[in-house]
């Protein structure tokens, strides 16, 4: 089993910046892959970014490079999105999960652990 908890959600205008972190326990965190997903009212569960084992790697959806970053510090057992020059349209419940291997994966069919998400809201 792997808990996940989110934070650092809230509210900020357009431009400004967030750093949400997600803290996990109860299962070997730095063996997996990590992602950062959304989900806006009225609207489907959406990828947003994710990173292997190591966090050597990443990958992004296209609306989100180049303004959001997603780290980890495996010490800590702890993954990052720190989310730049935001936009009204990424208002959403933001959720991180923990994949079943260490690669990079982009649906959430592929991950295992998912935690209860944080409100992120960007105002006009």
């Known amino acids: 089993q792997v808990q996940l908890v989110e934070s650092g959600g809230g509210l900020v205008q357009a431009g400004g910046s967030l750093r949400l972190s997600c803290a996990a326990s109860?299962?070997?965190?730095?063996?997996?892959?990590m992602g950062w997903f959304r989900q806006a009212p009225g609207k489907e569960r959406e990828f947003v970014a994710t990173?292997?084992?190591?966090?050597?790697?990443?990958y992004y959806t296209d609306s989100v490079k180049g303004r959001f970053t997603i780290s980890r510090d495996n010490a800590k057992n702890t993954v990052y999105l720190q989310m730049n020059s935001l936009k009204p349209e990424d208002t959403a419940v933001y959720y991180c999960a923990c994949a079943a291997d260490r690669g990079l994966r982009v649906t959430a069919a592929e991950y295992s652990y998912w935690g209860q998400g944080t409100q992120v809201t960007v105002s006009s």
């Open positions: 109860g299962r070997t965190f730095s063996s997996y892959a």
């Open positions: 990173t292997t084992w190591s966090g050597a790697r990443t």
